[in-house]
């Protein structure tokens, strides 16, 4: 029992700290995607502009952000598209996968387009998600408060 002064001593000199849990480490992060949309396209405009006399047309390049996505099973001409599980309140989508006749075609839509882009679904994968998000910014604006742009994510993995 000599010992016993010496230890409650160390106890009392560590404090509440001894006393706390160790902190929970963090959860793992998610496995990077197998497929991504990409964040933006680049479209050349394909307007027919008939330039009056004297004129010439001038192309510009177009910036179309992400918006969302659609998951068909086999190709999307047979109008075999899949229903999403949604959860408004985060801004998600998602559809869980397997158990396929056919391979998946997921096709990235795009702000200001009627078209999109389209591409297989490896077979590896297990869920595609589409993620809404708004940047943490904020500013002024016509003497209005605004938050950055809402950004949208979709990946399969």
């Known amino acids: 029992m000599r010992h016993a002064p010496a230890i409650l001593g160390l106890l009392l000199l560590a404090g509440p700290a001894a006393a706390q849990p160790a902190p929970r480490p963090a959860p793992p992060a998610p496995p990077p995607p197998l497929i991504a949309c990409p964040p933006h396209v680049e479209v050349e405009s394909g ?15 177009q910036r179309h952000w992400l918006r969302g996505a659609d998951l068909f099973e086999g190709d999307p001409a047979d109008r075999v598209q899949l229903r999403p599980d949604a959860d408004p309140r985060n801004r998600r989508e998602w559809w869980d996968l397997g158990g396929n006749a056919q391979p998946y075609r997921l096709v990235c839509r795009y702000e200001g387009l009627e078209a999109g882009i389209m591409a297989a679904v490896p077979a590896a994968a297990r869920r595609c998600e589409v993620t809404g998000f708004r940047e943490d910014s904020r500013g002024m604006r016509h003497g209005r408060a605004v938050h950055g742009p809402e950004q949208v994510r979709v990946a399969c993995r």
């Open 47 to 61: 307007d027919r502009i008939r330039a009056p006399m004297g004129w010439e047309l001038r192309p510009e390049r």
